[in-house]
């Protein structure tokens, strides 16, 4: 059974780079036809994607990120990271990493998320 | 850009009811839409893809329509269990989700 594990370092201070990890078990990433996004939720608030990674290496961002986002896989380790640079306090909120059978394809399989803390 | 806009932000209803919940796309997204449950403290889960399939085991009392612009969600009799907020969310474009619909005991 495929599983998602999201980890990080749970705080990090205003305009510096957070860096999160998604481990993937039971399956492996570079084969099928599945993209491997990541979304966030502030607390109390709704869910927006942040970007999808494909098994080629192709990614796709969401633009009103502004290119602070920065997707990545390594298929050796089964892992696909997320990079996000001069953070701020909106950018607090739990980070999921979740599958997509194609790029227009819904989220069928989640993590349980990290929550990301933004505060000096 | 696609916009979705889900109605109602909230919705009370009573155990056994029958509940709908809308999401309407500011474009046509033919049927690129699918539908998530998410409880407290919990990861998203899907319950509908391509605005009508079940997601392999959802309860049948959900169910969903539409194609264009407008879809809906109906729970034919709502459980204990189904007290949660629901999100669409469409795979047309850019992966893009609602901003939620919270069922709260009446």
């Known amino acids: 059974q495929l599983q998602l594990q999201e980890s990080g370092p749970g705080l990090v201070k205003p305009s510096e780079t957070l860096s999160l990890t998604c481990a993937v078990s039971?399956?492996?990433?570079?084969?099928?036809?599945?993209?491997w996004g990541w979304i966030r939720q502030p607390p109390g608030k709704g869910l927006e994607w942040m970007g999808s990674?494909?098994?080629?290496?192709?990614?796709y961002d969401n633009p009103s990120l502004k290119s602070r986002v920065t997707i990545s896989g390594d298929m050796s380790k089964n892992e696909v990271s997320l990079k996000i640079t001069s953070v701020t306090a909106a950018d607090t909120a739990i980070y999921y990493c979740?599958?997509?059978?194609?790029?227009?394809?819904?989220?069928?399989?989640w993590g349980r998320g990290t929550l990301v803390l933004v505060s000096s | 850009d696609i916009q979705l806009t889900q109605s109602p932000p909230t919705l009370s209803a009573s155990v056994g009811e029958r509940v709908t919940i809308t999401c309407r796309a500011s474009?046509?997204?033919?049927?690129?839409l699918n539908w998530y449950q998410q409880k407290p403290g919990k990861a998203p889960n899907l319950l509908i893809y391509g605005a009508s399939n079940l997601q392999s085991g959802v309860p049948s009392r959900f169910s969903a329509s539409g194609s264009g612009t407008d879809f809906t969600l109906t729970i034919s009799s709502l459980q204990p269990e189904d007290f949660a907020t629901y999100y669409c969310?469409?795979?047309?474009?850019?992966?893009?989700f609602g901003g939620g619909t919270k069922v709260e005991i009446k």
């Open positions: 474009q046509s997204i033919n049927t690129y």
């Open positions: 039971g399956g492996s990433m570079s084969s099928g036809r599945y993209y």
């Open positions: 969310q469409q795979s047309y474009g850019d992966p893009l």
């Open positions: 990674l494909y098994h080629s290496g192709t990614t």
């Open positions: 979740a599958r997509h059978g194609g790029y227009s394809s819904a989220f069928d399989i």
